[in-house]
Nanobody, 115 residues
């Protein structure tokens, strides 16, 4: 199993920015997929953005144009730059990867956007 540790969450005003970080215990060059998900109470966890080993990216419609996912293979880090944040972006954000049949999640980092 890959260990993932998120950081960078916090409280920000609407219109502001945050950058989330995810540190992986395994070399990113061996991980085909890294994703950021978010979850609010009573709702299912949803994909926000994902990036493949070949740097192909996918974004939720709500994230397009505002969020950017990136990976730094040298540091085994994945980032989620979030701009123009909205109150509806308030959630717990989780890093995710899938390796050798095991789906791994971090502990999450909370983002709160005030109006």
């Amino acid at each position: 199993q890959v260990q993932l540790v998120e950081s960078g969450g916090g409280l920000v005003q609407a219109g502001g920015s945050l950058r989330l970080s995810c540190a992986a215990s395994k070399s990113l060059s061996t991980l085909n997929y890294m994703g950021w998900y978010r979850q609010t109470p009573g709702k299912q966890r949803e994909l926000v953005a994902a990036i493949t080993r070949g740097d192909s990216t996918t974004y939720a419609d709500s994230a397009k144009g505002r969020f950017t996912i990136a990976r730094d293979n040298a540091k085994n880090m994945v980032y989620l730059q979030m701009n123009i944040l909205k109150p509806e972006d308030t959630a717990d954000y989780y890093c995710n990867t899938y390796y050798l049949g095991v789906n791994s999640w971090g502990q999450g980092t909370r983002v709160t956007v005030s109006s």
